[in-house]
């Protein structure tokens, strides 16, 4: 079997005008109406295509209204402090993309008189922003000729020129930017990438693609070939690795618990949210939980470590997937009559560990902590 790409464009220059006509035909009539289709405010789409990366239109939804009810100009989000930006964000994930938004806020505001910039390198120098999104916000907004490439219109390429092969190998993702490029309506490149990011989210899916439905089904190579369910190829995917987090949750007699950013491994993995003091585990947690109180935060933590060990209360075990780690939880209660001061640490109610930006692992942790609290009557 060839696994070389297939670097010909998918659709032959004849048939090019009929192809964009039917493709822009059908998603003019057929789009989904989703918040930010209903404005061209380069900020607003900046917003969604960010929150878009990695979480599913149903999921944004809500947290797209939410951020730009709190925050409806990019003037409002350079402003914020970087924790209330964090806590409109807590629950999607992948928190990096809430801080580079906030720098690049702040940019835009200083740099480019608090408008998104019409320059691809302009764009392109903002943090947090990759070719892809520059891509979009620039056509979606402006109309700009730059056609996107991401995992839904690569699908769809690749099965207009029956590709085979990963996808994400580079000669192959070289070959479909081309062949994106060729078929870009460059005079109406705003509907032009989301009607193909729309025929690859709700037509040509993954999994089984609806042929008889495609607008484009005509020129498919891979449907005349009867492989469009065999493309694109699986990846070659990055081994699950396996952690455990061992987190202590401190707390006092009036219900204040200790959280503080860590930047070691364990911090790592949640971008410098508010979190447990927490440490990575082999096979005993306990013991190695005990060790980082005792041993990395011996001055802070003599309060009670000298007073004798707290007895350290295991909390339900639960779960968190980051990408290609799964990550068990494995907390503890301390009480402690009082919590150790640590410059830089925050000591909120547990019940109200909300109000700050946490990650969702963070969150679980503490859900575990209040359920542990309520059984036993405290
Ligand atoms: Fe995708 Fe089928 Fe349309 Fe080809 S015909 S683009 S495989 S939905």
Redesign the pocket.
């Known amino acids: 079997m060839n696994h070389s790409p297939d670097t010909s464009a998918p659709i032959p220059p004849t048939a090019l005008p009929a192809f964009r006509r039917r493709l822009l035909a059908w998603y003019r009539r057929e789009k989904r109406d989703l918040d930010w289709r209903r404005t061209r405010d380069p900020y607003a789409i900046w917003i969604s295509e960010i929150m878009l990366q990695q979480t599913r239109v149903a999921a944004v939804i809500p947290y797209y209204r939410r951020f730009l009810a709190r925050f409806p100009t990019v003037q409002h989000l350079a402003r914020a402090r970087v924790d209330a930006v964090l806590r409109r964000w807590a629950g999607l994930g992948y928190y990096s993309r809430a801080r580079n938004l906030h720098r690049a806020a702040k940019e835009i505001v200083a740099r480019h008189g608090g408008k998104f910039p019409r320059g691809l390198d302009d764009a392109l120098a903002l943090p947090g922003i990759g070719s892809y999104t520059a891509a979009a916000v620039l056509s979606i907004a402006y109309d700009q000729p730059l056609a996107v490439l991401d995992g839904n219109v690569a699908r ?1 390429l690749a ?2 020129g029956a590709v085979r092969g990963d996808l994400r190998q580079p000669k192959i993702w070289r070959s479909l930017a081309a062949s994106a490029d060729a078929l870009l309506a460059s005079n109406a490149a705003s509907d032009w990438n989301q009607a193909m990011m729309e025929l690859g989210a709700t ?2 899916t993954p999994q089984t ?3 008889d439905e ?1 607008p ?2 005509r020129w ?1 190579r ?2 005349a070939l009867g492989i ?1 369910e065999e493309l694109p190829a699986a990846r070659v995917k990055s081994k699950t690795q396996r952690i455990t987090l061992a987190a202590a949750v401190l707390l006092d007699p009036h219900g204040r618990t200790l959280v503080l950013r860590q930047t070691d491994d364990a911090g790592a993995l949640f971008s410098r949210m508010w979190q447990f003091p927490a440490v990575q585990a082999g096979k005993q947690p306990r013991q190695d939980l005990a060790k980082l109180l005792s041993a990395h935060l011996t001055r802070v933590f003599s309060t009670f470590i000298d007073s004798g060990a707290p007895k350290m209360q295991p909390l339900d075990d639960a779960r968190h997937t980051v990408t290609f780690r799964e990550i068990r939880l494995a907390s503890f209660l301390l009480r402690v009559e009082r919590l150790p001061a640590i410059k830089g640490a925050r000591t909120p109610l547990l019940a109200e560990l909300d109000h700050l930006p946490v990650s969702a692992a963070t969150r679980k942790i503490a859900a575990a902590a209040l359920r542990a609290l309520k059984a036993s009557g405290s």
């Open positions: 769809v099965r207009l037509v040509c693609p609806r042929c495609c484009v089904e498919c891979a449907r469009a």
